[in-house]
Every structure is written in structure tokens, then in C-alpha cells.
């Protein structure tokens, strides 16, 4: 069975542990990793630690450039990764 393809991007990123990340850290540890592949954006600074919670659940990391630096540059990466990937849900 193909696994259903799920991308979050959360704004305020993963460089630090702080509601938004750890709602998606506590909702994700809740998904059958056999059914679906799950995968959260860092842009800019991430924290070591909070990157490493994600990958001991079975989420993938996608590192993309700071949108603080250059949005132009965050916007292609972000589109070419879901180009490439393939979502189903976003």
C-alpha cells in the first residue's frame, strides 16, 4: 500500500520547543508511521534537540533557506520540495 504523503510547515519553525512544535510533535507521535510519511520544514536556525524528538517518532526533516534571509530563495526551495515529493495533504 503507498503511504499517503503529509508536509507541515509551521512558521514559526523548529527552533525551539514551544506550542505549535510541540502540538505537531504530540499529533504526529499519534500517526501510523506504516500508513503514512510524515514531514515537517526547518527554515533558519533549528534547535538539535527538537529535530531530533521529530526523527525518533519516524518524521522526516526537510531543511529549507531562512525566509527571514531570502523569501525568494525560501519559496523555491518549498515549491520544488513539493514538486519533487509529491504531497497529498499539505
Known amino acids: 500500500m503507498k503511504k499517503i504523503k503529509i508536509l507541515t510547515i509551521s512558521t514559526s519553525g523548529l527552533g525551539k520547543k514551544?506550542?505549535?512544535s510541540t502540538v505537531?510533535?504530540?499529533n504526529y507521535a499519534l500517526f501510523d508511521k506504516n500508513r503514512f510519511q510524515l514531514d515537517v520544514v526547518a527554515s533558519g536556525e533549528?534547535?538539535?534537540q527538537?529535530?531530533?524528538e521529530f526523527q525518533n517518532i519516524g518524521?522526516?526533516?526537510k531543511y529549507l533557506?531562512?525566509?527571514k534571509i531570502s523569501v525568494a530563495k525560501?519559496?523555491?526551495a518549498l515549491k520544488n520540495l513539493i514538486k519533487k515529493e509529491?504531497?497529498?495533504a499539505i
Open 59 to 61: 518524521v522526516n526533516i
Open 65 to 67: 533557506p531562512s525566509r
Open 74 to 76: 525560501y519559496i523555491i
Open 24 to 26: 505537531i510533535l504530540d
Open 46 to 48: 533549528y534547535s538539535y
Open 50 to 52: 527538537l529535530v531530533t
Open 86 to 88: 509529491k504531497y497529498d
Open 18 to 20: 514551544e506550542g505549535i
